[in-house]
Nanobody, 124 residues
Framework: EVQLVESGGGLVQAGGSLRLSCAAS????????IGWFRQAPGKEREGVSC????????YYADSVKGRFTISSDNAKNTVYLQMNSLKPEDTAVYYC?????????????????WGQGTQVTVSS
């Protein structure tokens, strides 16, 4: 059974930090890029960041560059998203997803698997 289990969301004040974790199982981790997309009410889905499990290449949306860092522990089949200098506009449900798409701005448009999501709320 394929599973992507997110954790680490919560409520934080603007300027604060959170670290999201995504534990993957049930598929060959190295065959996929793993990333995070977010969905806020009334807004379009945004592909926040993605990392290749095979070569470590990464992608970041312009809105999070310099503030978010994605990393992967292949031994644990786990991907992390360190989020610093959080802003109220980062408030959304964050989903972990696996894709065979290339790491880049369109990575989240062809998803293979995704998790249930974790809520991130940034108060002003």
């Amino acid at each position: 059974e394929v599973q992507l289990v997110e954790s680490g969301g919560g409520l934080v004040q603007a300027g604060g930090s959170l670290r999201l974790s995504c534990a993957a199982s049930g598929f060959t981790f190295d065959d996929y890029a793993i990333g995070w997309f977010r969905q806020a009410p009334g807004k379009e889905r945004e592909g926040v960041s993605c990392i290749s499990s095979s070569d470590g290449s990464t992608y970041y949306a312009d809105s999070v560059k310099g503030r978010f860092t994605i990393s992967s522990d292949n031994a644990k089949n786990t991907v992390y998203l360190q989020m610093n200098s959080l802003k109220p506009e980062d408030t959304a449900v964050y989903y972990c997803a696996a894709t065979r798409q290339e790491v880049g701005s369109s990575w989240y448009l062809g998803l293979g698997y995704w998790g249930q999501g974790t809520q991130v709320t940034v108060s002003s």
